[in-house]
């Protein structure tokens, strides 16, 4: 469960850092941004591996590509579903969900892959 808030914690950062940096990105407030993180994390463990494997063969022929667009999708979802959180657009997605996925990266790869957990074994 930490391990799981922490992630929400550099979800949030990262679409923090998207509306700062992508013009048509924009999220109201700290609630919503919050929120927002959470429910992007909900999405990525229900929705996505099942639009991963839907899409399997245009990720096969794009070499990958497609999961940019599946993931700027994950990230529209949950604008769709969320008021106050507003996308204007598929670049705006696209580029917003780059960031949150480059900062969730680079999060998880100081926390690990276990997150705190791994940290309080060590």
């Given amino acids: 469960m930490t391990g799981f808030l922490l992630r929400a914690v550099i979800a949030a950062f ?3 850092l998207a509306t700062y940096l992508i013009d048509g990105f924009r999220i109201d407030d700290s609630t919503t941004l919050l929120i927002a993180a ?5 999405v990525n463990a229900i929705v996505r591996p099942i639009a ?5 063969p245009i990720t096969i022929v794009t070499l990958g590509l497609f999961l940019l667009v599946i993931n700027a999708g ?25 960031v949150v996925g ?15 957990e791994q940290i309080k074994g060590r």
């Fill in 14 to 16: 990262g679409l923090w």
């Fill in 52 to 56: 991963i494997v839907l899409t399997f």
């Fill in 38 to 42: 959470v429910l992007l994390g909900v």
């Fill in 102 to 116: 480059l900062t969730g990266w680079i999060g998880s790869w100081f926390i690990g892959s276990k997150g705190v």
């Fill in 74 to 98: 994950m990230v529209a979802l949950v604008a769709w579903m969320l008021p106050g959180f507003h996308i204007l657009g598929f670049w705006a997605a696209l580029l917003g969900a780059l």
